[in-house]
């Protein structure tokens, strides 16, 4: 399994990006999706997720201003960041719950930046 992001770059305090994460090769069963990120000298922290029912949980310090969403047809999971501010500059991975137990496996992206500038 694969996992590709894309949509990251540079933007202006104030601003949007939407990242998009395709899953693919042997996908049984998607769990959850979800996106995490790590600025430079912190630990990875957890965005946003996504179950296969389509609940979401965002860390507080983005509730309001991102959303998580999936396409289950694509196996693609979407984040729309607004309002973008200095302190969500991290590189943004995506993370992936697959399989059924005792095969259930997580994954990951190879991460993409994202650069907001005040």
Known sequence: VQLVESGG???QAA???RLSCAASGSIFN???MGWYRQAPGNQRELVATITSGSTTNYADSVKGRFTISRDNAKNTVYLQMNN???????VYYCNGDMGYPPYRTIYWGQGTQV????
């Not at 973008?84 to 991290?90: F, Q, V």
């Not at 650069?115 to 005040?118: E, F, G, L």
């Open 9 to 11: 770059g540079l933007v």
């Open 15 to 17: 601003g949007s990006l």
């Open 30 to 32: 998607i769990n959850a």
């Open 84 to 90: 973008l501010k200095p302190e969500d500059t991290a």
């Open 115 to 118: 650069t907001v500038s005040s």
